[in-house]
């Protein structure tokens, strides 16, 4: 089992590797940089001559390195990543890209796991449900819905949310994380009155990210259930249920000691894929709804050729995609011996 | 199908003679599956019955109904589309009891505490009716927990003690092993066990060797032979394999169709056969060493769709020997010799 681990492990830490690079060669891809951009607002805003544009652009690339080969680019780059824990530069915002990540993925994380938790567990729980009362009412209606959600495109839910929550709820606040009261309130359980404030904050963050959550998650909620059923069906079918339904067991315990773990099965399997999907799902949502996330970080520094932030922040789903992967692979060698084993 | 009802009182008559040693009997069962495209009536009127201690055989072609019969007995029949329309099916318990399963609630109690520790199955795909993710020997003490009053590490020596009964070497290791670590006959065997840790009265084996290599078919057999004997039960053995049934059964029933068309010991079915379908089963299983000018004889035609609504015997035609009553009326299945009971108007 451990060398199972650092087998799949090593191999993650090599894919990572080929991401970064991928990364980098794709941000590079379209013509001009930064400086380019940077060049223009000196001359449409600053007034300044061609000339003289040209040169401060200049000077820009010299001093942020974006005159050097590519290959060097890419080079240092690593290095300073791997050395500093540097990240590079933001042009844009004129800070680490380390820091705004940082500030950043904590959120992105919980919005994107909270969405794909409640998706997967609704996902499931309700594909066991229905699988063995195939094309009974409740099938069809469960049917009906999952496709209705999966069929609409996120960011028009995302709008449908924030028109239902600006014009019907009349809540003031939609764009944040936090209304404006609690953002200086420190997360501290110290004191009664502390703890009293936390949950209050605990509370209005709900309010302000179950639209993403929901949004992120209604796809995979109907992606999993319909998954879920039809492995249930199969193994429903299948011959050890039989066997198992002979040895006396009641219906709940031949599903959920025989049917409902090897159904399972294909589930684990694609969780290593269906986080970059939640992210993604997150992305959309965070965008139309404003949060400051990752998402919209990536969306900016794309639009303004920020490099850095933009390759760095491909780079981290890409981890975030590997990660994903390695832990279903463990989790599927402790639920299955053939994969222990083989 | 006034036919029918007659039949089961003739098999009484012969099961009464000793009610003892009668453990389970079916009495005109009949199970449908109710499709769309209309149905099908798998099992149509089987009466037959199984002696204490011995094993029956059941042959018959593919699709003739004798799985959905020991299905039925199981209540395994999925629902919808399967049902049990009518008939009987009654088990003699140890007690001296005898219920009628058809009459139980499948989620029933009553019918859980019969699955497992009365009446016991095994399958014809070792490969697949093992649960590739739990180790066997859980496998089976899930089973004696189930039925016994027994801690865990008692069931867990149970299931040591019967890997050990079917001669599975280094047990104490293999009980911690994955089906997919063995191979097909070891995975039967743990099925054996499985099947027989709770001492069942009756074992119900669904052609339990079709899908193994002939050697290791062999010992499958002797190993359930001799674990009959040391378990006091009933075998059901369903096979289209007569050179089994010659080998293991006291009794043979012969399915066509959805019934029984004969049923006899089994030395009087293979010397004596009365039905043209047994005949004709028995004439095209190759002998070694047969002369030449008796080639194989295959039964010509095909199996009517058990869709059909047959006037007639079913048999009538494909059979060598249909007279013109033949197409008018199915025939009863009665006792024609003592012990020995025929559907064929050849006999009457």
Not at chain 1, 142 to 148: N, T
Not at chain 1, 262 to 281: D, K, R, S
Not at chain 2, 295 to 305: A, H, N
């Amino acid at each position: 089992m451990i060398g199972f681990i650092v087998r799949r492990f090593s191999v993650s830490v090599a894919v990572v590797l080929g991401i970064a690079l991928v990364s980098f060669i794709v941000i590079q891809l379209p013509p001009g940089d930064y400086a380019d951009g940077y060049k223009s607002f000196l001359i449409e805003q600053g007034g300044a001559t061609e000339s003289e544009a040209e040169a401060q652009a200049e000077l820009f690339r010299q001093r942020y390195g974006l005159d050097k080969p590519l290959p060097t680019q890419f080079l240092v780059w690593i290095r300073d990543m791997v050395t500093k824990g540097s990240f590079g530069f933001s042009f844009a915002y004129k800070r680490d890209v380390g820091e705004l990540i940082a500030e950043r993925l904590p959120r992105t994380l919980l919005l994107a796991v909270l969405a794909h938790l409640t998706s997967t567990a609704v996902g499931i729980i309700a594909g066991i449900f229905v699988a063995p009362r195939q094309y009974s009412v409740a099938d069809n209606v469960a049917a009906f819905i999952a496709f209705i959600l999966s069929a609409l495109p996120r960011f028009w839910i995302a709008l449908a949310i924030m028109f239902f929550l600006v014009f019907t709820l009349e809540q003031e606040h939609v764009t944040a994380f936090h209304s404006p009261q609690y953002v200086v309130v420190p997360w501290a359980f110290g004191s009664l009155a502390e703890t009293r404030e936390s949950w209050a904050k605990l509370v209005d963050l709900m309010q302000h990210i179950w639209p993403v959550v929901v949004i992120a998650g209604l796809g995979g909620v109907a992606r999993n259930m319909r998954v879920m059923r039809g492995n249930m069906l199969d193994e429903l079918n299948a011959q050890y249920v039989t066997t198992a339904r002979s040895k006396g067991l009641t219906e709940g315990q031949v599903m959920r000691r025989h049917a409902v773990p090897n159904a399972l099965h294909p589930i684990i399997m694609y969780q290593g894929t269906v986080l970059p999907y939640m992210l993604q799902g997150e992305l959309q949502a965070s965008i139309v709804m404003g949060l400051p996330t990752i998402g919209t970080l990536l969306l900016t520094s794309l639009r303004n050729e920020d490099i850095y932030i933009a390759a760095s922040c491909l780079l981290i789903y890409g981890v975030l995609l590997v990660a994903g992967n390695l832990i279903a692979d463990i989790s599927l060698a402790v639920l299955d011996p053939r994969v222990r084993f083989s | 199908m006034t036919s029918d009802h007659q039949a089961p009182a003739r098999l009484n008559a012969e099961a009464n003679r000793d009610a003892e040693d009668t453990i389970l009997e079916l009495k005109g069962l009949k199970t449908y599956f109710f499709l769309e495209r209309g149905i099908v009536k798998a099992v149509d009127g089987v009466d037959v019955a199984v002696g204490r201690r011995k094993t029956l055989g059941v042959v018959g072609e593919s699709g003739c109904g004798k799985s959905v019969t020991f299905r039925s007995v199981m209540r395994l029949i999925q629902s919808p589309p399967g049902r049990i329309v009518e008939g009987e099916i009654l088990l003699h318990r140890k007690d001296g009891d005898t219920v009628d399963i058809v009459q139980l609630d499948p989620r029933s109690r009553q019918l859980r505490d019969i699955r497992g520790a009365e009446i016991a199955m095994i399958f014809q795909e070792p490969m697949t009716s093992l649960n590739p993710l739990h180790p066997v020997g859980r496998q089976i003490s899930e089973s004696v927990l189930l039925h016994q009053s027994m801690s865990r590490q008692g069931a867990q020596e149970r299931a040591e003690e019967m890997l050990n009964r079917v001669h599975i070497a280094d047990p104490g290791r293999r009980i911690g092993e994955y089906p997919h670590q063995l191979s097909g006959g070891m995975r039967q065997r743990v099925m054996i066990a499985l099947a027989l840790s709770c001492n069942p009265s009756i074992l119900i084996a669904d052609e339990p060797t079709t899908a193994l290599d002939v050697t290791v078919q062999a010992q499958i057999l002797d190993l359930m032979r001799e674990l009959q004997d040391d378990f006091d039960s009933a075998i059901v053995l369903i096979t289209h394999n007569l050179g089994v049934v010659s080998q293991m059964a006291d009794h043979v029933a012969v399915m066509y169709l959805g019934r029984v068309v004969e049923y006899a010991p089994v030395y009087e079915i293979f010397h004596n056969p009365k039905h043209p379908y047994t005949i004709g089963l028995l004439n095209s299983v190759p002998v070694l060493g047969r002369k030449e000018e008796n080639r194989l004889v295959p039964i010509t035609g095909m199996v009517p769709s058990p869709m059909e609504d047959i006037r007639g015997c079913a048999f009538a035609e494909r059979c060598p020997e249909a007279m013109e009553i033949c197409w008018e009326q199915s025939p009863e299945f009665k006792e024609h010799e003592p012990g020995h009971s025929a559907a064929c108007w050849l006999h009457d």
